[in-house]
């Protein structure tokens, strides 16, 4: 095991922070901070591939275990400013997708089954039995997929702006970030670019369009697990759930978030974080018990 060790940045890429660590209101404080680097108690963990080796970073803790899946072209970075405020309980574990991170090489091939069996892959290397899986954007299709795959591991699904299918992205006219600053939308973009630097074009074509050839609706009409979709609003008229591929049913939860867009994890990491502490709460507090480790 590899200790997740601090990075001090230069100041040229401070700009990429923005959207990798997100940057927060101190409510205290009246001022903004910088989050960018994982808590000390993150250890990294690699679990080798045919192709490689896979990347996840887990804090050990004694209550539920949680997977989270960063999106397309995140790590897991992107997560920083939401563990910090997660239950400290929580045994949490973030997988990084193939090439991106620790994860290496990037793929040739690829789809989101693939990317479901790799985060087994991970869990059952560390030994994660059962767990909570949640994910954004692209990692949000990938935790639905895993909840087909293994729904008797798997305590719940969240899927953070995660699309049921390539159709539910009609469902809002203004795009994905219209509630973003031109400057977060400059940091979005250099934070992607920092990602991608050892990708090659076709890989970057062949990943990006992953999410076009999944659909996970018949899960959504069929699972009983419990899952809870959270999307921000884009300070427009909500659509309907169906509009998103979701169904109206009971084990699923959806909270919107007013004035906000795709990147939850950098516009709301706070209450983001509320919405999982409540959700794993609520499943743990009705199953009556807690997953071995």
Same mark, same amino acid.
């Given at each position: ?11 040229? *890429? ?8 997100? /940057?927060?209101?101190?409510? !205290? ?13 993150? /250890?990294?963990?690699?679990? &080798? ?12 803790? %004694? ?10 072209? %995140?790590?897991? !970075? ?19 997708? #193939?090439?991106?991170?620790? %994860?290496?090489?990037?793929?040739? #091939? ?17 030994? /994660? ?7 954004? *954007? ?12 293994? &729904? ?14 390539? #159709? ?19 940091? !979005? ?44 609003? #884009? ?51 009705? %199953? ?6």
């Amino acid at each position: 095991m590899t200790p997740f060790l601090p990075v001090f940045w230069p100041l040229s *890429s401070l700009a990429c922070l923005l959207l990798a660590s997100a /940057v927060l209101a101190d409510e !205290r404080l009246g001022v903004r901070v910088i989050e960018h680097q994982l808590e000390p108690s993150f /250890v990294q963990e690699f679990v &080798p591939t045919k192709e490689g080796r896979l990347s996840c970073y887990r804090r050990v803790g %004694s209550g539920p275990s949680l997977l989270l899946i960063p999106g397309t072209w %995140s790590d897991s !970075r992107v997560y920083v400013a939401t563990v910090a405020r997660l239950d400290p309980a929580l045994d949490i574990l973030l997988l990084e997708n #193939r090439g991106l991170g620790g %994860s290496w090489p990037p793929p040739e #091939r690829s789809s989101i089954k693939q990317c479901a069996v790799d985060a087994l892959t991970v869990l059952d290397a560390l030994k /994660v039995t059962s767990c909570y899986v949640g994910g954004h *954007s692209l990692g949000g299709m990938i935790a639905l997929e895993l909840g087909q795959r293994a &729904p008797r591991r798997i305590r719940g699904v969240i899927a953070i702006e995660g699309w049921t299918n390539h #159709r539910a992205a009609k469902a809002f006219q203004t795009g994905m970030c219209p509630t973003l600053s031109p400057e977060q939308l400059a940091a !979005r973009n250099e934070y992607k670019q920092e990602c991608l630097k050892n990708w090659s074009p076709e890989q970057k074509a062949m990943f990006g369009q992953i999410w076009r050839q999944w659909d996970g609706s018949q899960f959504l009409r069929t699972t009983q697990l419990p899952v809870l979709e959270l999307y921000g609003d #884009r300070s427009q008229a909500r659509p309907a759930i169906e509009d998103l591929g979701i169904p109206s049913r009971k084990n699923i939860e959806v909270v919107w978030f007013s004035g906000a867009s795709h990147p939850l994890l950098m516009e709301r990491p706070r209450e983001v974080a509320e919405a999982l502490n409540r959700f794993i709460a609520a499943q743990e507090k009705s %199953s009556g018990s807690r997953p071995s480790q």
